[in-house]
């Protein structure tokens, strides 16, 4: 959505992060899960956001994902007091979208990423 193309390597996607002014943060510090379900999440400790949003100019927080959506809200949101917008995970568990309708729903992200003369970063 972007149209970029496409970071392989962990330095090409970091680089790719910068230089579109997006900040990456997990929702929890730290949990207990059984493998990648969430639903077998116990114990999770929230990442602490008031450093990364006071930093910064966040324009917006995205969370992928129904469950990190759900712990925002009960453990970030009363803190932060900025929403998050809810995206659809990527997770290869979530196979009821396609890559177009994934492609699609995430353009909701180029919103906040438009620069003040209104062009991507």
């Known amino acids: ?4 193309p496409r970071p392989e390597t962990n330095e090409e996607k ?6 579109n002014n997006i900040a990456l943060w997990d929702v929890l ?4 899960i059984d493998g990648a379900s969430d639903s077998s999440i116990k114990n999770p400790v929230p990442n602490d956001f008031t ?3 006071g930093r910064g ?3 917006a ?5 129904a469950k990190a959506t759900a712990l925002y809200k009960k453990y970030c ?3 932060t007091g900025v929403p998050s917008i809810l995206l659809p ?5 979530n196979c009821r979208l396609k890559y177009e309708d994934l492609k699609q729903a995430y353009r909701v992200i180029l919103e906040p990423l438009r620069g003040e003369n209104g062009w991507i970063k």
């Open 29 to 32: 510090a730290s949990c207990n």
């Open 51 to 53: 450093e990364v949003l």
């Open 77 to 79: 949101y009363p803190t």
């Open 61 to 65: 927080v995205f969370t992928t994902g």
């Open 89 to 93: 995970s990527t997770s290869p568990a």
């Open 1 to 4: 959505i972007l149209n970029q």
């Open 57 to 59: 100019k966040i324009k």
């Open 14 to 19: 970091k680089d790719f992060l910068k230089r």
